[in-house]
């Protein structure tokens, strides 16, 4: 009898979803890559990949093969098992931050029935990104202890430093955003951004905290420490190779795809249509999900160019600059505008 009640349209729905958004970040992850060689070559006055396929677009599926059949090197005195783990715990803990972000407008069936684009909407929502995001930097710590590298090591536990301090400002420009909401669920985050306007409106101090951890989070430039070539050689993933390697890179790749999709849902009001009434168009339920889902492709493609932008455009930082501006200018940045939202919001309720 117990067969008989499980709603297996509303699985499969889910599992359809789950696979469109594996999908959808493996894509993203691959010619964000070539988006970046392009952009960088822009920024430079000079062509970039123009080899493989029409300007170049096949240079992702070349590499990847490249990845793919290239030799799979482990060091003999590694921890076999931890050096194998690694990557994969960087890969899936990427993956997994994207479940709980709302793609675009739910889609209702002809029979009535409301599919939300998210695989899970629960109510503690933003707090399980940064649960999923703290345990991410295992993946950098397993992976450089793992290869009984010095330099590996250093660079791993620069990384875990790095993440952990910026982790903390990021969480207080957070916490101003929930008290404008009053909510920790991703659907109501953006619902109340459609209906009172964008976040970044009421909270832009609080947004650029928060990108500004972003880029950090992501160990993009400025704060590619742990990858700083000209110190540790090539960083904690320097005795990698094959897709091992691959892992690593793509789950750079698809953090900064995930970031710029909840800081487009935090700030920017996620799928919504700025100063557009969609239900005064008339199109079907399927038109608008397809419409909302490209509105918030188009914020996350801005974003994603503005962090190669800052790549190509701004230089490394010296560790104990990364460290300053972390703790002693983001933090009570942060606690300050926690403070004065905290502030505004009593006075308006009274």
């Known amino acids: 009898m117990y067969f008989l009640t499980i709603d ?6 889910k599992a359809i979803l789950i696979a469109a958004i594996i999908g959808l970040s ?3 992850a691959m010619y964000t890559t070539y988006a970046e060689r392009k952009v960088a070559a822009w920024l430079q006055d000079r062509r970039g990949p123009n080899r493989a396929g029409p300007f170049g677009i096949l240079q992702p599926l070349a590499d990847g093969g490249k990845l793919f059949f290239k030799e799979e090197i482990i060091p003999l005195a590694s921890n076999r098992l931890l050096f194998v783990l690694g990557p994969a715990l960087a890969m899936v803990t990427a993956l997994v931050t994207s479940s709980v972000i709302p793609w675009a407008a739910p889609f209702v069936t002809k029979g009535g029935e409301v599919f939300p684009m998210q695989v899970a909407d629960v109510d503690m929502g933003i707090l399980l990104v940064f649960s999923i995001v703290s345990v991410g930097v295992y ?4 992976g450089g202890w793992a290869s009984n590298n010095k330099f590996s ?5 620069r990384g875990a430093s790095q993440m ?7 969480g207080l420009a957070l916490i101003a955003v929930l008290f404008v909401t009053g909510s920790l669920k991703m659907s109501a985050i953006v619902g109340y951004q459609i209906e009172n306007g964008w976040n970044v409106l009421f909270q832009p101090l609080g947004f650029i905290i928060f990108f500004v951890c972003a880029l950090a989070e992501c160990n993009r430039t400025p704060f590619d420490l742990p990858e700083a070539e000209n110190e540790l050689n090539f960083g904690y993933h320097q005795e990698y190779s094959s897709m091992k390697l691959g892992f690593y890179l793509f789950a750079e790749y698809i953090n900064m795809f995930i970031s710029s999709a909840i800081m487009a849902t935090l700030y920017f009001g996620g799928y919504d249509i700025p100063f557009v009434n969609e239900a005064s168009w008339g199109l079907s339920s399927f038109w608008m999900t397809f419409i909302s889902f490209s509105v918030l492709m188009a914020k996350i493609s801005f974003f994603i160019f503005v962090f190669l932008w800052i790549r190509w455009t701004i230089p490394r930082f010296r560790y104990d600059q990364l460290m300053n501006l972390g703790w002693k200018k983001l933090i009570p940045l942060a606690l300050v505008n926690m403070l004065i939202t905290a502030a505004v919001i009593l006075y308006l309720k009274k």
């Open 8 to 13: 297996w349209w509303f699985i499969i729905g």
């Open 26 to 28: 493996f894509f993203i």
């Open 139 to 142: 993946g950098i710590m397993i």
């Open 153 to 157: 090591l250093l660079a791993a536990i």
């Open 164 to 170: 952990v301090s910026y982790e903390l400002p990021m």
